[in-house]
C-alpha cells in the first residue's frame, strides 16, 4: 500500500499503521518468495474487550526462486495434507 493501514485480525484492529510488503508474482517461471524477514509484535485492539499481541512474519525483501515446485502457486503446500483434498482442489 501506498499509505501505512492499519491490520485487522478476527476483527480486532492493530493499535498503530504498517507499510506490509508483499512478495509478488515473477515474470519467468520462477517463484517469488521472501528473501529477507523478521518476526515483529503486533498489538490489536478489539471493539468489545481487551486487546492481544501477534507474533508477525515481517517481508523486508523477495527474490524470484529458481527451485519451484509450482512456480507462483501460494496454494502449493496444501498437496502436503491430503487429508484436506477438497483445499488443495
Do not use: M
Not at 10 to 23: D, E, L, M
Amino acid at each position: 500500500p501506498e499509505a501505512p493501514v492499519n491490520l485487522t485480525l478476527a476483527g480486532c484492529v492493530s493499535t498503530r499503521a504498517y507499510r506490509p510488503k508483499y512478495c509478488g508474482v515473477c515474470t519467468d517461471s520462477r517463484c517469488c518468495i521472501p528473501y529477507k524477514s523478521k518476526t515483529i509484535d503486533v498489538s490489536f485492539q478489539c471493539p468489545d474487550g481487551p486487546g492481544f499481541s501477534r507474533r508477525v512474519l515481517w517481508i523486508n525483501a523477495c527474490f524470484c526462486n529458481l527451485s519451484c515446485r509450482n512456480p507462483n502457486d501460494i496454494f502449493a503446500d496444501l498437496d502436503l495434507y491430503p487429508d484436506f483434498s477438497e483445499i488443495a482442489n
